[in-house]
């Protein structure tokens, strides 16, 4: 099935109930919601993840996306681990949005103020691997916002594979494989054919997104660029993830 996007607004009122029925419609009975409240949303989906995933949202100002090992009632859950966490006290969200395919989710969330915007992937890599990977634009900045990239089932840490910008002569986008690093092993990882490792309806774009915003175009998001993952500041994406809707 092809990937969907779906704008969840700005505020937590209007953000949780949004996702969760984006995940309804979208996983059906394959997602399990269960919690939410006026800030929180706690689901698993085994064709996403393995893990129990959490979200918080709270108006204008925070978001964080996180995982645990199982959910133990309200909005708690076990052994939980933040992929993305961001807090602009001075800045107001313009617009959550989602992107959902058959095997991951990507959560978006852009900001009005200084164009700072950051995006989340939960989902399973194409030799069935549970993969977190947060990004933001001022990850370990002076504003409050941490990401971790990594591959939960092996417990590496991986960069994404990332272009330096480019366009055709004609000024059109080219869609790239997206290709994953991993850090300790310091190689593109392979599956058992020596065929890199990917998270399936996912593509690395060769554009730059030069507002600090998510596109949503006809037939494709491109997420924010100039975003940066874990493992230091080393991890630059400076061209946005490209996903066909």
Known sequence: MPNIYRALGATSA??????????????????????????????????????????????????????????????????????????????????????LGDSFILVSLDLVSY??????IIGLDSVGNSIAAGFGQSVGDYYDVSAITTNITTGELIHFVSPTPFLSPTGEIYKLPLQLFGVSSKRILLDGSSNPITIPGLKMSSYSTKSGMSLVLPGMFISQSGCKGSAGKNNVLECGILAEL
Request: hydrophobic fraction near 40%.
């Open 115 to 120: 164009g700072h915007a950051m995006y989340a």
């Open 14 to 99: 209007v953000v949780i109930p949004e996702l969760s029925k984006a995940l309804t419609n979208k996983y059906s009975t394959g997602v399990t919601i269960h919690y939410t409240d006026i800030n929180n949303i706690v689901f698993t989906c085994a064709a996403i993840s393995t893990k129990t995933i959490k979200m918080y949202v709270s108006n204008n100002t925070r978001l964080i996306l996180s995982y645990g090992d199982a959910w133990t009632g309200g909005s708690s859950i076990t052994n939980a681990v933040t992929v993305l966490s961001h807090y602009y006290s001075d800045s107001q969200v313009s617009g959550v949005g989602i992107v």
